[in-house]
């Protein structure tokens, strides 16, 4: 696993440890402490002095919605990094207009950045080749709050023939619009409560980070606008998303290789391409992707519900991942495993594949409009330890074109409720699938 710098991580941390811990003895806290000495014994987190709030209005910010407020967030941002408990606030009632910005620290711990107006990015910033607009590093114990919205205005490309053009030339479809809010090498991040909105291309997306809680966010881009995942995990582990409303072009949620311990409950996609693991193995790349878990959520008018699809080539693994009291509503294939994932009319088949096994699929019922479930796994390496139990899906429009569930090279257990019975197409496990699979060269770990 190429994941984060953990090391560094936590020498920075004790620095802000021995920093918070001279405040403490120079504050008036001290006397306190004396008169009970058993409250020195309270971490040194329960330790809160007023809070300092930076009002971006203060450092120059116009907020008209057409002048460049990027110095003053800046501006704003670096007086705030400076100071513990700090708040950077973007206020209600206007529009800030801000170029392509990098908020980063290290800063000193419990850092918020309240957005309570309205960030728009220059609809130029779509056509920018920019990876992305607003880019935050380098921070710990950060949060991300405000009943704001941030707008990206990704419709200038959406739409243009243009993208197709400068896709071509550049090879790499993800390399020339911008995500609109990318966290780098952060820990302990939360955020809530923001709209995110009219992404050029991810909305949220997460690099190297461990440590994070998403709730009760909103992103919401068209149906049609290509490339736009909700929110989007790399190299990232220990993640909670939950209660929180997505509707987007593409992934809902997208799980990436270096992903581990990722829980993701009480959400909806709609419209999406639901929940996705990968695709991992592109290029022959090793892929490590472990312990997911997706519960009680709701997947409405989308291409797939829960999928995992890896690239003919790769190698390392997936494992470990449960998808429960799943709700599809119009949803073409509700239930996916692709190993031949291909982005031409075909790639060749390669004898290298990222091995998936222990995927439980547990109450996920619903309508689809297409094929129910569509299990196509490597003819080399055989997905295993696959349990589907208690699926209940029905053909939302009986007359339409459509097939019965397919399963390739898949082995498990089915039990419980399995409706369409096509559903049961889970081949049992072998001895000689047993041998296959441990000769596997697993690098994940
Ligand atoms: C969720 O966020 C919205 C928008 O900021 C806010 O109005 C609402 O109170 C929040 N709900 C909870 C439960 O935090
Ligand atoms: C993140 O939070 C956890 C749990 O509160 C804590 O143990 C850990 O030290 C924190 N890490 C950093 C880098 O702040
Ligand atoms: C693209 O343009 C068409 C026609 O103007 C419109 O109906 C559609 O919603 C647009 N799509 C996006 C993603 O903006
Ligand atoms: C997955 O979970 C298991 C059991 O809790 C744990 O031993 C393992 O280290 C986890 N994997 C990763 C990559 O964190
Ligand atoms: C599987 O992942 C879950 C978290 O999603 C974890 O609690 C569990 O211990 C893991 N099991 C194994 C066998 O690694
Ligand atoms: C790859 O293998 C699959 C499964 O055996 C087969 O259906 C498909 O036609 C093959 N593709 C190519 C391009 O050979
Ligand atoms: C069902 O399919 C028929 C034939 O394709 C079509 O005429 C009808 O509008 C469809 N109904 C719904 C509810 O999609
Ligand atoms: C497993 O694969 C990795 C990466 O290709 C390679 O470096 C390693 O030597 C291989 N290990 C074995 C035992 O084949």
């Known amino acids: 696993m190429s994941c984060c710098n953990v090391r560094g991580g936590r020498q920075y941390y004790s620095i802000i440890s021995i920093v918070l811990l001279l405040l403490a003895f120079v504050s008036p806290l001290k006397c306190l402490a004396k008169r009970h000495e058993l409250e020195l014994d309270l971490p040194i987190s329960s330790y809160k002095p007023h809070s300092k709030t930076f009002n971006v209005f203060l450092y120059g910010a116009t907020g008209d919605g057409t002048t460049d407020d990027s110095k003053a967030f800046k501006a704003a941002w670096k007086a705030a990094c400076l100071v513990p408990r700090a708040t950077v606030e973007i206020p209600s009632g206007f529009t800030f207009l801000t170029k392509p910005i990098t908020l980063e620290g290290p800063c000193m711990p419990q850092l918020i950045l309240q957005i309570d107006g309205t960030l728009v990015a220059p609809p130029a910033v779509a056509k920018s080749k920019r990876l992305q607009w607003i880019n935050i590093k380098w921070l710990h114990d950060f949060t991300l709050q405000g009943s704001g919205s941030v707008d990206g205005q990704g419709f200038v490309l959406w739409n243009s023939s243009e993208i197709h053009h400068i896709e071509k030339e550049t090879k790499d479809e993800s390399s020339v619009r911008p995500t609109i809010l990318r966290f780098y090498k952060c820990y302990n991040v939360t955020i809530h409560g923001i709209q995110i909105i009219n992404s050029p291309q991810c909305h949220l997306k997460f690099d190297n980070s461990i440590g994070i809680i998403i709730r009760n966010i909103s992103i919401s881009s068209p149906k049609d606008s290509p490339n736009t995942d ?7 582990y220990d993640v909670e998303v939950k209660h929180s409303d997505i509707g987007c072009g593409d992934d809902c949620v997208s799980i990436q290789t270096g992903c581990s311990n990722v829980h993701i409950h009480h959400i909806r996609c709609s419209p999406s391409h639901g929940i996705s693991v990968g695709g991992l193995g592109r290029g022959n790349s090793l892929a490590c992707v472990s312990n997911i878990s997706v519960e009680n959520i709701l997947v409405q008018n989308a291409l797939s519900g829960v999928r995992i699809k890896t690239w003919q080539g790769g190698i390392g693994s997936v494992k470990n991942v449960s998808f429960s009291n799943v709700r599809v509503d119009h949803v073409d294939t509700p239930i996916v495993i692709d190993q031949y994932y291909c982005n031409k009319k075909w790639c060749r088949n390669k004898t290298d594949a990222v091995a998936i096994s222990e995927v439980m699929y547990r109450g996920i019922s619903g ?22 139990e208690d699926i209940k899906l029905s053909l939302v429009n009986e007359t339409e074109d459509r097939r019965e569930a397919f399963c390739w090279n898949s082995y498990g257990e089915s039990q419980g409720l399995l409706q369409p019975s096509s559903v049961g197409c889970l081949e049992r496990t072998t001895k000689t699938i047993k041998a296959l699979t441990k000769s596997h060269n697993d690098s994940c770990y």
């Open 230 to 236: 909700g929110i989007h995990l790399q190299n990232t």
């Open 367 to 388: 309508t689809y409009s297409f094929e129910p479930v569509h299990i196509a796994c490597s003819d080399s390496m055989p997905c295993t330890g696959v349990a589907l």
